[in-house]
């Protein structure tokens, strides 16, 4: 059903900078005729934003140039003006410290280039993993019609006839290769056989992650966002995407039309259900905050109660994104929630979420499975507690060993990812199955930026003796790529002086994901008498972003924006003189 027209060509926000008989629109006219275009191009007609993340260091959207232009052919087609705008791009792969370093320095310029040009809609196109939330934070704020268009994943990977997922066949072979049972030919075939076409991460990673919840938040066009990013159906898409902002543009039907707590909770319930990336959790509460809408920790370990795991993918499960796209994607797994979900909530076609995915079904049910055949009954992630994690802390139990959902060892503990670098592979290591390993110094602040280290390397000693999982602690995080029993997103950090930056080598830890516990086994006096010693660590920054970052970034259970980012007022029209 076509949106509703509620404007018209002298309501257009552009019209603004090309509607006025004075100098200024003057001189808007006669520079974009500067650039080729004809009057009849541009004039009174919606001027759609092509806001890109290409880069030639992203490998994920290598095929952006391509698809920009298969919007502008839609956007063409509708009768829009379309004007593609460079957006920074956050390359997981290169980007130093951590791309989460430089999400909300995006999020602000998405928001400022739709607050400064004349345009009255946006496409965003995204896929990377912080590249999605950034975009959308910015998106929501500035308030404009906007439709995100996922970069879609890239196809599977091969080694020697088996089948390779990003990052989880990675973390598996290369603690392989440190055993020495894996040599170096090998190791160079893996390299060439893992990443072999433009897209994210095939495996259920963050990208594909925040895709699937963006979907779910009714961003995305139905079925976007598994698309393989080499389909010709990618490229169909992304034409269809040029034509509806046109659309959404005239109906005037922008985020906050339809972005509702109920949306949020269905971004929820499908991160659970698809055992989605621990990133996410952050990357939620952040848009949510961004909307105006309150989501904390509590909502998520809430529906993960209810909410079964029914995406077998990487890396809880067996398939790839490719499979799952073939399978019938996210439609049809939403399908199958359809008592979990809140199926009247909205979304960009100006429709409801149910009638989006209404007549999806599944094609093939060992990728995505019934509810009696479930990875697990609930829990796609765990949120936990105790005097170790007041704030809470998360874990992913699927990606976990069964042994050690409930644990009790002794802690050893490095103080920083350098000192861990340095010692974790010694062959003198007191270290023991049973030890739990703490990382500190690695959250928002400590490392600066949150990076992902959260998965823990298993020293070399215990990797020869055939041990492949342990249970490790930190306030960092970790990639949805990556496995095993990591607790993640410790808070408040210990580089705030946090519980985390109390613990000691030997000190008894004990995790219980059932009971969802995490607690430091040592009295609340010695706890105190610690907590009197402990001094904060020097700023990592003393100028620029690196300073802003310090003074304003928030807490993982807060979503780490930056706190003067939180919905505010509207925003506020650019004069124009």
């Not at 004007?83 to 980007?95: A, D, G, R």
């Not at 075939?189 to 919840?213: F, H, K």
């Not at 000693?461 to 041990?467: T, V």
């Amino acid at each position: 059903m076509p949106l509703p027209v509620r404007k018209t060509p002298e309501q257009l926000r552009s019209a603004r900078w090309f509607g006025p008989d004075d100098l200024r629109s003057f001189g808007h006219r006669s520079r974009t005729k500067q650039m080729g275009y004809d009057r009849q191009d541009f004039e009174k007609k919606p001027v759609i934003g092509i806001l890109n993340t290409w880069s030639d260091l992203n490998t994920c959207h290598t095929h952006f140039r391509e698809r920009a232009q298969e919007v502008k052919r839609g956007v063409w087609q509708a009768g829009g003006f379309p004007l593609e705008v460079p957006i920074t791009t956050l390359s997981e792969m290169f980007m130093k410290p951590t791309s989460m370093y430089y999400r909300n320095m995006v999020a602000m310029e998405v928001e400022e280039t739709l607050r400064a040009y004349p345009l009255d809609g946006v496409v965003l196109m995204g896929g990377c993993d912080k590249t999605v939330p950034a975009l959308l934070m910015g998106a929501f704020t500035a308030d404009l019609p906007c439709l995100f268009l996922p970069a879609g994943p890239m196809m599977k990977g091969c080694w020697r006839g088996e089948t390779l997922g990003s990052g989880s066949d990675v973390w598996k072979y290369w603690d392989e290769r440190r055993a020495g049972r894996l040599g170096c030919d090998a190791w160079t075939e893996l390299e060439d056989g893992i990443a072999r076409s433009p897209g994210v991460c095939m495996t259920m990673g963050t990208a594909a992650t925040m895709a699937s919840i963006a979907e779910a938040l009714g961003l995305t066009l139905p079925g976007a966002s598994s698309i393989p990013a080499v389909f010709a159906e990618h490229s169909r898409m992304a034409t269809h995407c040029g034509r509806h902002i046109v659309e959404m543009v005239w109906g005037d039907w922008k985020p906050s039309d339809f972005l509702t707590r109920a949306s949020f909770e269905n971004a929820i319930v499908t991160d659970m259900a698809v055992s989605g990336s621990t990133n996410a959790i952050i990357h939620i509460i952040a848009l949510a905050r961004r909307a105006g809408i309150d989501i904390t920790l509590d909502d998520f370990d809430r529906l993960s109660e209810t909410t079964p795991v029914i995406a077998n993918l990487r890396p809880a499960g067996k398939y790839l994104m490719p499979d799952f796209h073939d399978a019938g994607g996210l439609r049809a797994l939403l399908v199958r929630l359809g008592d979990l979900l809140h199926l009247d909530a909205r979304t960009v076609m100006g429709g409801t979420l149910g009638e989006q995915i209404a007549g999806a079904e599944v094609f093939n049910e060992d990728v995505i499975l019934t509810r009696a055949t479930a990875l697990a009954p609930s829990g796609g992630t765990f949120v936990l507690r105790g005097n170790l994690a007041p704030e809470g802390a998360v874990i992913k139990p699927t990606a976990a060993e069964p042994r050690l959902l409930q644990h009790r060892g002794p802690a050893l503990v490095f103080r920083d990812y350098p000192d861990l670098k340095a010692r974790i592979d010694s062959d003198d290591l007191p270290v023991t199955p049973d030890t739990v390993i703490v990382l500190q110094s690695a959250g928002p602040q400590g490392a600066p930026g949150m990076p992902e280290w959260g998965m823990l390397p298993i020293p070399k000693k215990l990797l020869k003796a055939g041990i492949r999982d342990m249970v490790r602690l930190s306030d960092a995080r970790m990639s949805g790529t990556s496995y095993g029993t990591c607790v993640l997103h410790i808070a408040p950090e210990s580089a705030l002086g946090g519980p985390l930056a109390l613990v000691r080598d030997g000190d008894l830890i004990e995790l219980d994901i059932a009971a969802r516990r995490l607690h430091l086994d040592v009295p609340e006096a010695e706890l105190t008498r610690r907590r009197a010693e402990w001094t904060p660590p020097a700023p990592k920054a003393t100028r620029g972003y690196g300073k802003l970052f310090q003074e304003e970034i928030t807490q993982a259970h807060e979503g780490c924006d930056f706190r003067f980012l939180h919905r505010g007022e509207k925003m506020t029209e650019p004069e124009i003189y």
